[in-house]
């Protein structure tokens, strides 16, 4: 086992060479030579040669997931739907892709996701994953910071499909492309449909085709990844009652749709990320659901100059689900002017608030970007039931 010495945020890979040695590895990749080392200029270039040339080795089916949103959800939908192996959590960019390669044992397929936040980027992913099979999620804006603006991201993205020979695509998605011999899924609509949808606080259940689907997550969001794991089973000849039994037994990383429940009061955790095409899946789904609502909203990260617009777009499409908002962040007191509800700076602030006003049975949404850190209300909130 090599250990390969990158560059990181804080400190350098290279720091630790002797330590992962001494722990077992049979050599390290550095950029400083070292005992049972072998020099190169750029590790982490290295480890994306091995991780390619790995991925030539692979004799299944490389199937990848793009998208601005439900990546990781969907991601997930196919893995487990089609029982491959696929990279834990979001591992979607090129270091994250070559370590999984690295470890891939031969199987009937792996799904990998494809995450980008600069231009041209999808290109480096595509040239080292090499999909024979590409789904795409929903597109819209996403990392403004490095993309600059929706045609942008739409182009980048885009590029995913045009490399790959099997093509599937949200409705959503193949609307705004309007590539030829995509296939398209979509809740009522598309190539392949989740028809009669019902979504509870304890999950979805739909009709595809001839099948009754139950997943034990709400929401649209995993209603989509579902769908398009079904869809894809379908175009590959896999056994569809097969997929829907795992689909019965989902599980998904923290924050995505999450269901809590404390002293009564059911949570949502729907926080690990925010951007205004997930921020309006959201709000379809809880304009589902009846009684009380809370909506605790954070800032929607690397939106660029857009930001502002899109934070009170956002503020509004709220206040049509409920008025019971509280928004946290830079933009929250103009979001709270524009329509309604309260303004904090911490999360400390909308605890207190929430504990004022909020009753056993009521629902609390949480959404925001995952450098908000909004899932840490959950663990501020008091364990025991207020009575």
């Known amino acids: 086992m090599a250990f390969f010495a990158l560059p990181g945020a804080r400190v350098h890979g290279r720091e630790y060479a002797q330590q992962a040695l001494e722990a077992g590895a049979s050599f390290a990749v550095t950029d400083v030579p070292l005992y049972a080392s072998v020099q190169v200029g750029k590790p982490e270039h290295a480890l994306i040669a091995v991780g390619r040339a790995l991925r030539e080795r692979f004799r299944g089916t490389v199937l990848a997931v793009g998208g ?33 390669f690295l470890h891939l044992p031969q199987a009937a397929g792996a799904v990998v996701e494809l995450g980008i936040d600069r231009l041209l980027e999808m290109a480096e992913l595509t040239y080292l994953a090499r999909p024979e099979f590409a789904v795409l999620t929903g597109l819209g804006v996403e990392h403004l910071d490095g993309l600059g603006s929706l045609e942008n991201v739409v182009r980048e993205e885009s590029w995913l499909l045009q490399v790959s020979p099997v093509r599937l695509a949200s ?65 590959l000849g896999q056994p569809l009652g097969e997929v829907v039994e795992r689909l019965a037994g989902l599980s998904l990383p923290p924050g995505r749709m999450e269901r809590l429940e404390k002293g009564g009061v059911i949570f949502i955790n729907d926080a690990y ?16 659901q009846p009684g009380n609502k809370w909506l605790v909203l954070g800032r929607m990260a690397e939106l660029g100059d857009e930001a502002y617009q899109h934070h009170l ?12 908002l509280i928004f946290i962040g830079g933009f929250a007191k103009d979001q709270a002017t524009e ?12 605890v207190q608030v929430l504990q004022e006003r909020v ?28 009575t």
């Open 68 to 100: 601005s949103s439900g990546k990781t959800t969907t991601k997930e939908c196919l893995a487990q739907g089609l029982g491959w192996p696929a990279p834990e959590g979001n591992l979607n960019n090129a270091p994250g892709l070559a370590r999984f």
């Open 273 to 288: 990320n925010s951007n205004p095409l997930s921020f309006k899946a959201g709000m379809e789904f809880l304009r589902t």
């Open 339 to 350: 329509v309604g509800g309260v303004a904090v700076e911490t999360l400390e602030e909308a």
């Open 313 to 324: 777009e956002a503020a509004h499409m709220a206040a049509l689900v409920s008025p019971n």
């Open 171 to 235: 409705t959503q998605a193949a609307a705004l492309l309007g590539l030829p011999e995509v296939k398209t899924y979509g809740l009522e609509q598309g190539d392949f449909q989740a028809q009669e949808v019902r979504f509870s606080l304890k999950g979805t259940r739909f009709r595809f085709g001839p099948h009754k689907v139950t997943l034990p997550y709400p929401g649209v969001g995993p209603t989509l990844g579902a769908l398009a794991a079904l869809a894809a089973a379908e175009m």
């Open 359 to 386: 009753r056993p049975g009521d629902l609390v949404y949480l959404k925001a970007s995952r450098s908000v850190g909004l899932e840490r209300l959950l663990t501020l909130w008091p364990q025991e039931e207020r």
